[in-house]
């Protein structure tokens, strides 16, 4: 994608991508029609809807803001999950819904998206824990307790940042054996450069820290 990094540093995404299509308004009216309704409908697409019409759109307005064609991952993304449409009752399908399974070099990896909440008493093998913004970036709020700089709640931590904190530990304490966590590079600059000290200090507490 020709503007990976640039989306990377973007505190507000949405807005970027209106202004990367405002020269595409067939584009841009998909894709807010595309927030619209997989982000508000009820019910989840069938199999049929999914091929017919949500994965051309997805593709298209992927291309418009990647300026290219997307990736063969990105593909491999928008296909339809083997085994859904299999699934009896409603209830069923929608635990499945946030669901994919993907294959890389032989290795099948069964993935389950959810929000904190819905893992909260569960236990995975690997957790990856993706930037969320409420005010500002979630992760990069916790950025010195991350780093080892802070510990637990002191009598100055504001209240939205004991929320942080209590909400993140649930999330890091679910996977046995791998934890990731999803953070803009901005987390870890400084005068718009990578921090090489935090990288260090992160290293030194076991993290292994991947660019992409």
Same mark, same amino acid.
């Given at each position: @994608?020709? =503007?990976? !990094?640039?989306?990377?540093?973007?505190?507000?995404?949405?807005? #970027?991508?209106?202004?990367?299509?405002?020269?595409?308004?067939?584009? !841009?009216?998909?894709?807010?029609?595309?927030?619209?309704?997989?982000? @508000?409908?009820?019910?989840?697409?069938?199999?049929?809807?999914?091929?017919?019409? #949500?994965?051309?759109?997805?593709?298209?307005?992927?291309?418009?803001?990647?300026?290219?064609?997307?990736?063969?991952?990105?593909?491999?993304?928008?296909? #339809?999950?083997?085994?859904?449409?299999?699934?009896?009752?409603?209830?069923? /399908?929608?635990?499945?819904?946030?669901?994919?399974?993907?294959?890389?070099?032989?290795?099948?990896? =069964?993935?389950?998206?959810?929000?904190?909440?819905?893992?909260?008493?569960?236990?995975?093998?690997?957790?990856?824990?993706?930037? /969320?913004?409420?005010?500002?970036? =979630?992760?990069?709020?916790?950025?010195?307790?991350?780093?080892?700089? @802070?510990?637990?709640?002191?009598?100055?931590?504001?209240?939205? /940042?004991?929320?942080?904190?209590?909400?993140?530990?649930?999330?890091?304490?679910?996977?046995?054996?791998?934890?990731?966590?999803? @953070?803009? !590079?901005? /987390?870890?600059?400084?005068?718009?450069?990578?921090?090489?000290?935090?990288?260090?200090?992160?290293?030194? !507490?076991? #993290?292994?820290?991947?660019?992409?």
């Amino acid at each position: @994608m020709k =503007n990976a !990094r640039d989306l990377q540093r973007r505190s507000e995404r949405h807005r #970027w991508i209106l202004t990367q299509l405002s020269e595409l308004p067939k584009i !841009r009216q998909d894709y807010n029609y595309l927030l619209l309704e997989l982000g @508000m409908s009820k019910d989840p697409p069938t199999k049929e809807d999914w091929t017919a019409k #949500w994965q051309p759109l997805l593709r298209n307005v992927g291309s418009a803001i990647a300026q290219g064609e997307i990736s063969a991952a990105s593909e491999e993304f928008l296909r #339809w999950p083997e085994g859904i449409d299999q699934v009896d009752g409603q209830d069923a /399908t929608r635990r499945t819904v946030n669901r994919c399974r993907i294959e890389v070099g032989g290795t099948v990896v =069964n993935i389950q998206l959810g929000s904190i909440h819905s893992v909260k008493g569960e236990t995975h093998t690997a957790t990856l824990v993706c930037e /969320t913004y409420y005010y500002k970036h =979630n992760l990069s709020a916790l950025r010195d307790w991350i780093l080892g700089k @802070m510990e637990g709640e002191q009598k100055k931590t504001p209240k939205l /940042t004991k929320g942080r904190l209590k909400l993140h530990y649930v999330a890091m304490t679910r996977p046995s054996h791998l934890l990731c966590l999803a @953070m803009p !590079r901005t /987390t870890f600059e400084a005068n718009g450069q990578l921090d090489v000290a935090a990288i260090a200090e992160l290293a030194s !507490r076991g #993290w292994s820290v991947v660019e992409t």
